[in-house]
């Protein structure tokens, strides 16, 4: 089935933590791609000029499967991990056409 619904999200991670933030961030995409049947896509992307701003892409079969992946162990173990690193983040959800 098509991805309908997409995911961007954005963390800004304190100066310092960048390297242990990305080894916990690939180990989230893994997870998610290998536990979640209707997580479709999860690509990870660092600015240029600045690497302590991430930016997720991420595609789900549909808004409901996104809320699985909310609602995941591991997505709940990463939050965990991660919220001490983050000084900020953004989360927008997205209906492809």
């Given at each position: 089935m098509a991805s309908r619904f997409a995911v961007t999200a954005r963390f800004d991670v304190l100066p310092g933590k960048e390297a242990v933030f990305m080894t916990?961030?690939?180990k989230q995409a893994e997870n998610s791609l290998s536990l979640e049947p209707d997580c479709h896509y999860?690509?990870?992307?660092?600015d240029a000029?600045?690497?302590c701003r991430i930016i997720l892409y991420e595609l789900y079969k549909d808004a409901a499967a996104f809320e699985t992946h909310l609602a995941s162990r591991h997505f709940a173990e990463f939050i965990e991990t991660v919220t001490p690193m983050i000084s900020g983040?953004?989360?927008?959800?997205?209906?492809?056409?």
């Open positions: 916990e961030m690939k999860f690509d990870i992307c660092v000029d600045n690497p983040k953004m989360i927008e959800r997205w209906n492809r056409q």
